[in-house]
């Protein structure tokens, strides 16, 4: 039977029920997405699925609730919010919908789920403080959507719907955004692994353009490499690698002596000519073609070495 409804409770909203119906409605845009506690609409019937209300969860009955004693868990005992359990039973779906390979559907599912999801299940249940952002708390996603709830006093007879229904095309750009980047970061995976291959036992890694390559680097075990270039544009890059994503420390600096120079200045002290810019904190050089950032990268690795 063609789902009809999508029923989620009425009142005040938070980020599971937001992001499960980003999730549910693209799945499912002829369906009407309904706010409500009435019975009538949250008994479970084949044309609807209700999640965060109800107090049952049964994947059959397209019932997806977590406030009912027992609340479900995770094979690892951890509880799931409403946006776990409709990302474990229509994630893979959502994922061919927003035409992520087959190839790839289930290693972005669980990353998504391990990154993305978990976190807003363990939030919404209690089981994870929000002050282990410390101060940056009021940056988390659960955070910035629940700001988009209506203030105290505005007394308006539909104002948690408006800001729910306001709010939810914010949520699921920031859904399909990290989805987005993990597909992308699954393309870039064997581009990076063929470079490094080629590259051998270079310290330097040639990409074809800009793109991830820090997990490929490790599945590589490519320790040896230090700076990685590209085009971008009408010009060509020289990166440091990040020792980790948990920091700005690198595998090598740039050469001081180049630290926040620019054009002749930087050609002078370098002696490549088409240098053009390093920055401060010897991160990032730019040079105006492959063959003058070729030369800068050799003499920074000659600099560590």
Known sequence: MTITHLVTHSG????????SSAVL?????????????????????????????????????????????????????QPFSSFGLIWAHYGRAYLAAMDVPANDVEAIHSKFDTKFVLPIDLLDN???????????SILTLPALLGSLKPVFDDTSPTADDDAFFAALPIAR???EAHIHNLAAKARAQGIVIE?????????????????????????????????????????????????SNDTFEQRADLPAAWAGLTD????????????????????????????????MADIAVQDVQ
């Open 173 to 175: 750009s920031f859904v």
């Open 195 to 243: 470079a490094i291959a080629k590259a051998d036992t270079s310290a330097i890694l040639e990409l074809p353009m800009g793109m991830p390559y820090r997990s490929a680097l490790d599945q590589a075990e490519a320790d040896h490499m230090l700076f990685v270039i590209h085009p971008r544009g009408d010009d060509w890059i020289l990166n440091g690698i990040k020792l």
């Open 126 to 136: 209690g089981a994870m403080d929000p002050s282990v952002a410390g101060p940056l």
């Open 12 to 19: 005040g909203f938070h980020a599971d029920e937001l992001l």
């Open 25 to 77: 409605t693209r799945l499912f845009p002829q369906a009407e997405l309904l706010r409500s506690r009435d019975r009538q609409w949250v008994t479970p019937a084949a044309h609807k699925i209700i999640f965060d209300v109800g107090g049952a969860c049964d994947g059959e009955a397209q019932i997806f609730d977590h406030h009912q004693r027992p609340g479900p868990l995770r094979e690892d005992g």
């Open 264 to 295: 002749s200045a930087l050609e002078d002290v370098s002696g490549v000519k088409g240098a053009k810019f390093c920055h401060n904190a010897r991160f990032i050089a730019v040079a105006s073609t492959r063959e003058a950032i070729l030369e």
